[in-house]
Each structure stands twice: as C-alpha cells, then as structure tokens.
C-alpha cells in the first residue's frame, strides 16, 4: 500500500502563490509517478502535472504551464507543487496521486492523498 498526504492549501488573492506538499510512504514501487489533479464543484477530476519519481520527467497540463512547478526531494519522499500567478479559476481540491506510470487520466491512478482545498479570490 501507498499513503499519500497532502498539505498547504489554504485561501489566496488572485496573483498570489501557494506551495503545496505531498509526503508519500509504503510500497516504493509503486511510486514510479507522481501527479496532482484538481477538481472544482461540478467538474470533473482534472490532471494539471506529473512527474517521475526517478529520472524527474514531468508532464504538465497546458492551462498551468509557466505558473505551476512540480518538484521531488526523493530523501523526504515528499513532491511539492508551486504554484504563481493564481487565477480565481484555480479555484479546486487539490489531490496528490500515484503509481506506475504517468498519465493524464485519473483513473490511471491507484493511490490518492485525501485532497487539499485552494481557493483563489478575484
């Protein structure tokens, strides 16, 4: 098994910046990919990035690239989301996934953290 643990959400301004964390533990395997996805009210769960536990290739969604950076410290066996420029439409639970491969489709996904709120204020 794999636990995920998600930190660092919280209330912004737009324009503003937020960091957020995902400490992982259990079966390493299985942590061959990181991703977040998000997911707003009434929306579907939607991918933003992903990356590579070992080689660190990263994959992200084009409505975040050049705000939003995924990064790994492979001794904390911790990915960390920094995300600028916050936009009001953001606005999402935040959720930390992992497994096998990268992928864009969370279905793909086995493991999920509990989900981190973010809210962007205009």
């Known amino acids: 098994q794999v636990q995920l643990v998600e930190s660092g959400g919280g209330l912004v301004q737009a324009g503003g910046s937020l960091k957020l964390s995902c400490a992982a533990s259990?079966?390493?395997?299985?942590?061959?990919?990181m991703a977040w996805f998000r997911q707003a009210p009434g929306k579907d769960r939607e991918f933003v990035v992903a990356i590579n536990w070992s080689d660190g290739r990263t994959k992200y969604a084009d409505s975040v690239k050049g705000r939003f950076t995924i990064s790994r410290d492979n001794a904390k066996n911790t990915v960390y989301l920094q995300m600028n420029n916050l936009k009001p439409e953001d606005t999402a639970v935040y959720y930390c996934?992992?497994?096998?491969?990268?992928?864009?489709?969370?279905?793909?996904?086995?493991?999920w953290g509990q989900g981190t709120q973010v809210t962007v204020s205009s």
């Open positions: 259990g079966r390493t395997y299985s942590r061959f990919a």
């Open positions: 996934a992992c497994d096998s491969t990268i992928a864009i489709y969370p279905y793909t996904y086995n493991y």
